[in-house]
């Protein structure tokens, strides 16, 4: 990008600052920043305690535990233990899809299901009415492999012991209980739940299964697992389709349509390929340092990124798996020229501007080229460190970067930027199309997908080009369009 655009965009984000008192503008200039192609990293503060008072739209830890790594485990009964808010709020928001499974039956993923505190259980503890919903729970649903607790902030704060409760509960039911100290008043964000999640997986279900001998599962030597990916819109399934085409062996996936069982034979695959590096990266590297499974990233958005990744997959096996791989490849090319010829001539060089949360910013980047478009500005609700270390790969010279940006924030770069389309949240969607910008929204996929692999990509194409060229754009104008 040329110096002159460059500094334009940096006196975009210096006028930003300059609303805020001097304070704040010092601590959210950190967050913020022009990239420059070259760098080790996109040149932000990342996990860090957002700034008071300035609205941000993170989750808690609550949400990372109980919405991202256990909530979409199918055959699990997930109790949010605390006022019934918190619960209802996580309540089937996610579109995790499950596979063989009747709600109420042998799936519990779409049901809210709360200890519901009330006042006098904030008085005299909630332990009490946890063995009570536990009871009840293995009296009505009585063919689930097992229960989660997820700790909401009332129980932290008055000290519930919900370890004692479930250890005991488990031996009396004789399946696990995992107590999830998940209160949303932990860490800066939802990123800590993932963290705390992980452990806790890693402490119930995995180490405890690892010596298990388990006579319905008969390893192979092209086992991989699918970690780290919730079946928003079935996005799992359109990955696990691919993986199977070029002859590998799909044992599990997490969380989304997972089972008690797919997670507990986590250490005997050949291969862990991790789709949200954020969320369950942090398992991972238990079962590679305890058990020595590998693991490997994988990008399965748009037809660039899922031939390099099918490519690095099946450079972990042999030549049958390698061959496996050119010949899927090779199999969906007509499929993408089709796609290309219809849609990229509706879509190139269009501006977009994404705000996400665990991988989205950077994995979609390479999507949006395919199609002709570029990423202008992009940035993460919960990132760490590392992941825009891995950022630095997918954007381009000049790209401006925002971490936990603001409602307000993401307002003034939008006028300022003008992009054709904004890829954030729900939090972010019917502000942004107030302000006259066609929005998807990139944490469900706006009730479309699946998004992933090569059947994916044609959804996206289409849900596209559908928001960018829908006609009611020229129905209406944007505020600062408007006459005086």
Request: net charge neutral.
């Amino acid at each position: 990008m040329e110096a002159e655009a460059k500094a334009a965009r940096r006196q975009m984000i210096a006028d930003v600052l300059a609303e805020y008192p001097p304070k704040t503008a010092k601590k959210r200039g950190k967050h913020l920043n022009v990239f420059n192609e070259g760098d080790t990293d996109c040149g932000v503060k990342s996990n860090i305690k957002s700034v008071p008072g300035v609205m941000t739209v993170r989750g808690c830890a609550y949400a990372g535990a109980k919405g991202v790594v256990w909530g979409p485990i199918k055959d699990m009964v997930h109790i949010s233990h605390g006022p019934v808010g918190c619960g209802q709020y996580s309540w089937g928001q996610r579109r995790n899809y499950v596979s063989g499974a009747v709600t109420g039956v042998n799936s519990w993923v779409v049901m809210q299901i709360t200890s519901d505190y009330q006042e006098k259980d904030i008085v005299f503890g909630g332990d009490k009415k946890l063995v009570k919903v536990i009871d009840e729970i293995e009296a009505m649903f009585p063919l689930n492999k097992g229960i989660s607790v997820m700790s909401e902030c009332p129980v932290g704060l008055i000290g519930d012991d919900i370890e004692s409760v479930a250890k005991r509960k488990s031996k009396e039911i004789g399946k696990p209980i995992a107590p999830v100290r998940c209160e949303g008043f932990r860490g800066v964000s939802q990123s800590l739940g993932h963290h705390i999640a992980n452990d806790v997986m890693r402490d119930f279900l995995i180490d405890p299964a690892a010596n298990k001998e388990d006579p319905s599962f008969e390893p192979g030597p092209y086992d991989v697992m699918i970690v780290g990916d919730y079946n928003i819109g079935g996005d799992a399934w359109a990955s696990r389709i691919l993986l199977e085409e070029m002859g590998l062996r799909v044992i599990g996936q997490w969380s989304g349509d997972a089972s008690v069982a797919e997670v507990e034979r986590g250490p005997k695959a050949k291969l862990n390929l991790i789709h949200c590096y954020r969320s369950m990266n942090y398992i991972c590297r238990h079962m590679e340092e305890k058990y020595g499974v590998p693991w490997l990233e994988f990008n399965f958005f748009g037809p660039t990124r899922i031939a390099k990744s099918l490519r690095a997959i099946a450079e972990q096996f042999d030549d049958k798996i390698k061959e496996g791989a050119e010949r899927v490849i090779a199999k969906y090319t007509p499929m993408i020229d089709a796609i290309l010829a219809k849609y990229k001539p509706r879509l190139e060089g269009k501006k977009i501007m994404l705000y996400v949360g665990g991988l989205r910013p950077r994995h979609v980047s390479d999507a949006y080229g395919d199609l002709g478009m570029e990423v202008i500005a992009t940035g993460y609700e919960f990132a760490h460190n590392d992941d825009y270390q891995r950022t630095t790969k997918y954007i381009k010279d000049g790209t401006v970067v925002y971490d936990d940006a603001s409602e307000f924030e993401l307002e003034r770069f939008a006028q300022a930027l003008k992009p054709d389309l904004v890829g954030s949240g729900i939090k972010e969607k019917y502000g942004t199309q107030k302000l006259g910008f066609p929005f998807r929204q990139m944490h469900s996929w706006d009730y479309s997908g699946p998004y992933h692999g090569y059947d994916g990509f044609a959804i996206f194409a289409r849900d596209m080009d559908l928001a960018i060229n829908n006609p009611v754009w020229g129905m209406t104008k944007a505020p600062w369009k408007k006459a005086e």
